[in-house]
């Protein structure tokens, strides 16, 4: 029955039809040759027929692996597009952090990470999920050191203007009846170099997100994601990075206006 389901499938999906015709065909030629129900010129056309899509089959088979391997040794020899691994953006971030029971996430302002995800932060934090946020001081010179890095070292107040609606949505996640214990929210006094999402990563099915920060563009930061099994020391090298950043930030208190 599995077999027959998986034929179905595939001749849906308009896969490996000639495979199928192929055995179709032979299929065919042996009853007509057992019952004699054709000449041997028909058979032997019919042979040479079947034998030549075959060989088409085949053909396009390597052709498909040879390009494949080309595309593997490329990306070996450091020759792979860096298309193949950056992205503008994290389409499938909500989805993955709803589905999240640890959640930690590290950025300069977070403006819009917060943004679009403090409803499902707030819904996973008041079910049992942790949620740990860090990001930049406004009360430190942090906001000075972006600007500056950002090439608008006259402006700090553009990034303190940008801290306060996500430190106002992280005064609103910590309060939320439920939450306690479950968020944590921590300044820090430096600019990360990078931003960070890490989901559940202390799981084999964790993900971390990598933001790459540039200096005041408008088509917005290159973002790429690494997986534990998939990229080893890579992904324990940036789980590594946040739990440093976390280290060196300052808990929020209620002198920075957060409950207690």
């Excluded at 999906?13 to 054709?38: C, K, M, N, P």
């Excluded at 999240?100 to 679009?116: C, E, H, K, Q, Y």
């Excluded at 090439?151 to 306060?164: G, I, K, Y």
Aim: with cysteine; proline share 5%.
């Amino acid at each position: 029955m599995r077999l027959l389901q998986r034929v179905r499938e595939d001749i849906l999906r308009g896969e490996h039809l000639e495979i199928y015709l192929t055995v179709l065909l032979s299929l065919t030629l042996a009853v007509l040759g057992a019952f004699d129900l054709a000449s041997g010129k028909v058979l032997a056309a019919a042979t040479l027929a079947t034998l030549a899509l075959l060989a088409g089959s085949l053909l396009g088979s390597r052709h498909r692996t040879a390009a494949l391997m080309a595309q593997v040794q490329d990306l070996r020899g450091g020759r792979g597009s860096a298309m193949d691994f950056l992205a503008r953006d994290k389409p499938e971030l909500v989805e993955q952090v709803r589905r999240a029971r640890d959640i930690r996430i590290v950025g300069v302002t977070l403006s819009r990470t917060l943004r679009d995800l403090i409803d499902e932060l707030q819904r996973c934090a008041t079910t049992g999920a942790t949620v740990r946020v860090a990001l930049i001081d406004p009360a430190s010179s942090a906001p000075e050191e972006a600007a500056r890095r950002s090439t608008l070292p006259d402006r700090p107040e553009m990034f303190v203007n940008r801290l306060r609606p996500s430190v106002d949505l992280l005064r609103e996640l910590v309060g939320t009846p439920g939450c306690a214990g479950q968020v944590e929210v921590r300044f820090l006094p430096f600019v990360p170099a990078f931003g960070l999402v890490l989901l559940d990563p202390e799981q084999p099915n964790g993900i971390i997100h990598v933001d790459i920060y540039s200096h005041r563009s408008a088509s917005g930061d290159a973002v790429f994601s690494l997986r534990p099994e998939r990229d080893g020391q890579w992904y324990a090298r940036y789980q590594a990075e946040f739990d440093r950043m976390w280290e060196f930030g300052r808990p929020v208190e209620a002198a920075d206006g957060f409950p207690r």
